[in-house]
């Protein structure tokens, strides 16, 4: 039998229900005469609460329930919501201010949570929070990456969060004064907002005495134990579920207030209480992305090898710590901060600051794409100053296969890698011989071609542990629960055809349950690409158990050795005996003898060690000097994912991940004004990329297997954005070096571009 593990493409098997409109997202399927939630939002950035009268709300027609701050704390909700911490330079731990649910004393950025309207329909809840009386006095608001201005918190008087570094500074500072060569560049993360094409929603319901909130997020643990926290109530008393997810890329892996603030009001009101966003709420309280500024320094010998790499941060946190900020341009960032060259001399510097402004989180890639864009940047950039091909300084300071494992400046270990074999492929899949008359040929239309190049690496992060379970039902069919939690990467494909594949199980009779802290005692979500690979290693320790269980009763069955059966992947067999009773025969036998114990098998596993997906991103655009219009003509991947499950989702998670990475290069860019107004708030204003915009992608792969699980795979999820923004970056600047601009970096607006070139050809003239 061909294992699934073969690189076998197959086609999504619920695509079926989401196309024909037979999906279950959260807002479809809340309970009949679920009251509506509303939530009344802050309309300035900064400001002292001066009054809040709820009162005409609460009178308002079909009113059940108006929150305030003072309400919550009445109800012995005091807890806010949580967050990780990184250690400062000197040993201290980052600010930690409180984050209410609701606001308390002080107003920090437009689309604050101040107050919850519950009511019969969504319009009276609306209707009701117009009677709300919010008064408030002013403060400055805070937008700048530095130190000083008004504090937004007694904890961070400085409104700086945090001062963390990594590395040796001194041997770098070192490095760079004895430097044949050193090149510095500035360059900044543009702020993003991620838009899934389902905006956040949540109910909540009293089952029997016990609390049942659906939520469409990115798994259910993490909330269920938050609730319990938040709440007061004792774990075993929550369920929480996941229903289907339109898309969630880090955005939707933490808690919100909304959350909490539903199941309160359930519970309370002994009624459900459903929430959802409209996508301009979205827009203001969906945590926002990237917002860095980076100062970098690269010091080379006269051979142009890499000899010290030196990064300092600033990046915007916004109002409060959201759950993973503090940590995604520290700790998560360093995974991969010197990428694919072996250099040893590296430090990095980060400072977190809080502005008055909507929280900074995780989005697809989490640290990894922000890290890979500064890298690649100015490796770019030193190729254009040393006078050297940019693939041949790649080249030059790769780390060799022969090096692996190899043990990073950070202390990541590469278990594997053959970075110029992907790169050469790369280089001929994108007929990078052919660039020069393409560009002579964009010359003579009055355009600026460039060719940007990124190679990439990244670290598969989040919990390396995750739980299958299979039950064998007795109509035949067969389910498997899992612990991470589909935002449409085509979970429900994967696992059942891997199953079958292990197993010899119909795929058919194979049915996917996730989301529900009912079903499985734990698992870790879904973030971090780390989805297939961990789920699929539980999945083997399951069957591995599920096999040496059954291998005992069926010895006696076929009346041989229990040391003689074996299990081909399809069928028990042993010498001698003419019974070989597939699985779910197996299972039927078990049921007839009343052996409960083998219907149903759960296992934990642990991988070993992380695995690293690398490769090349070769992009082409062409730039029109006279608008500042960018296209992008040609776009050319070569990844090594290792062992590929099914090589058709992974180039479709390919294909999202580069849309998303070139739309943050090329047009989404989020904008406040002085006073903390957001000014990209609908798609009017905030620019996403559409399906003309971006070209027929190029996909290949080079696989080396990994070391660091049984199948050899390398997660593939956030691969493509974390190698696109610096891909793209790279062929504007490619392009606008022709035209004298020197100093180019994101997002490249019509507007900037246009500006650039002007000024550009300016100071060469």
Excluded at 481 to 494: A, I, K, L, R
Aim: with cysteine; glycine share 10%.
């Amino acid at each position: 039998m061909e294992k699934f593990g073969k690189s076998q493409p197959v086609t999504r098997v619920e695509d079926a229900r989401f196309l024909t409109g037979q999906g279950r997202y959260v807002d479809d399927i809340a309970p009949e005469g679920a009251l509506r939630g509303h939530v009344f939002r802050s309309n300035v950035a900064h400001g002292v609460i001066t009054g809040l009268d709820l009162d005409g709300a609460r009178a308002a027609p079909g009113v059940h329930l108006v929150l305030g701050a003072d309400d919550l704390a009445a109800a012995g909700i005091t807890e806010g919501l949580a967050f990780n911490l990184v250690s400062n330079r000197d040993g201290t731990k980052g600010a930690a201010p409180r984050r209410p649910l609701l606001a308390e004393g002080r107003v920090r950025f437009v689309g604050e949570p101040v107050a919850f309207v519950v009511a019969e329909t969504l319009d009276q809840a609306r209707d009701a929070a117009e009677l709300i009386e919010f008064d408030y006095d002013d403060l400055p608001a805070q937008m700048a990456l530095a130190t000083g201005g008004e504090a937004l918190h007694p904890e961070a008087p400085t409104n700086r969060a945090f001062d963390w570094e990594m590395g040796d500074s001194t041997a770098v500072e070192a490095a760079i004064a004895e430097a044949a060569h050193v090149v510095r560049l500035t360059v900044a993360d543009n702020r993003v907002i991620a838009n899934s094409m389902e905006p956040r929603g949540c109910f909540a319901e009293m089952q029997g005495g016990r609390l049942h909130v659906s939520v469409n997020a990115q798994g259910v643990w993490g909330t269920k134990r938050n609730l319990a926290r938040i709440l007061g109530m004792k774990p075993e008393a929550i369920r929480v579920t996941n229903p289907d997810v339109g898309g969630g890329f880090g955005t939707k892996a933490m808690d919100y207030p909304e959350t909490f603030l539903a199941a309160h009001a359930a519970r309370t009101l002994g009624r459900p209480v459903r929430w959802m966003s409209e996508r301009g709420e979205a827009m203001l309280s969906d945590n926002g992305a990237r917002a860095l500024e980076h100062d970098l320094v690269m010091s080379f010998d006269s051979d142009l090898r890499i000899t010290g790499y030196r990064v300092d941060t600033r990046c915007d946190l916004g109002a409060y710590n959201s759950t993973m900020a503090q940590a995604i341009q520290t700790d998560l960032f360093s995974k991969v901060l010197m990428g694919t060259y072996d250099v040893q001399a590296t430090y990095l510097h980060v400072e977190g600051f809080y502005t008055n402004t909507t929280q900074v989180d995780a989005y697809r890639g989490a640290g990894r794409p922000e890290a890979i864009y500064a890298l690649e940047r100015i490796i770019d950039r030193a190729a254009r100053e040393l006078g050297v091909d940019t693939w041949e300084l790649h080249r030059r300071n790769f780390i060799r296969p022969e090096q692996f494992p190899y043990v990073s400046s950070t202390g990541e270990t590469y278990d594997v890698g053959e970075f110029d074999r992907v790169l050469s492929r790369a280089e001929e899949f994108a007929d990078r011989a052919g660039f020069a008359a393409r560009c002579a040929e964009s010359r003579a239309r009055g355009r600026l071609r460039g060719m940007g190049l990124c190679y990439y690496i990244e670290s598969i992060l989040g919990n390396p542990s995750e739980t299958a379970k299979v039950e064998f039902h007795e109509d035949g069919r067969v389910s498997i629960y899992v612990g991470t939690q589909s935002n449409g990467q085509g979970h429900e494909t994967v696992y059942a055809r891997f199953l079958a594949d292990q197993t010899g199980i119909p795929m058919e009779m194979i049915r996917v349950i996730q989301g529900d802290s009912d079903l499985i005692a734990n698992g870790g979500g879904t973030g971090g690409s780390r989805s297939v690979t961990t789920q699929s290693n539980a999945t083997l320790a399951t069957v591995s158990r599920m096999i040496e269980a059954f291998t005992p009763y069926l010895a006696e069955k076929m009346g041989v050795a229990a040391g003689d059966v074996g299990f081909d992947d399809e069928r028990f067999r042993a010498p001698g005996s003419n019974l070989t009773p597939t699985l779910i025969e197996a299972a039927a036998l078990a049921r007839a003898d009343g052996r409960s114990d083998l219907l149903v098998h759960e296992e934990t596993a642990t991988l070993p060690g992380r695995s690293y997906p690398n490769g090349a991103h070769v992009a082409e655009v062409e730039v029109d000097p006279e608008t500042g219009e960018i296209s992008v003509e040609r776009y050319t991947v070569v990844d090594d994912f290792g062992n590929l499950i099914n090589p058709l989702l992974a180039e479709g998670q390919v294909h999202g991940g580069v849309v998303q990475g070139i739309g943050q290069a090329l047009w989404e860019h989020v904008v406040h004004d002085g006073d903390g107004q957001l000014l990209t708030a609908s798609f009017m204003d905030y620019a996403m990329p559409r399906a003309n915009d971006v070209p027929m992608f190029g996909f290949a792969t080079e696989a080396v297997p990994s070391t660091a699980n049984p199948m050899g795979m390398k997660g593939c999820g956030e691969a493509g954005t974390v190698g696109a923004m610096a891909a793209t970056a790279n062929a504007v600047a490619d392009a606008l070096w022709q035209a004298g601009v020197r100093q180019a970096d994101m997002p490249f607006t019509p507007h900037r571009v246009w500006k650039m070139v002007n000024d550009g050809m300016a100071s060469v003239g």
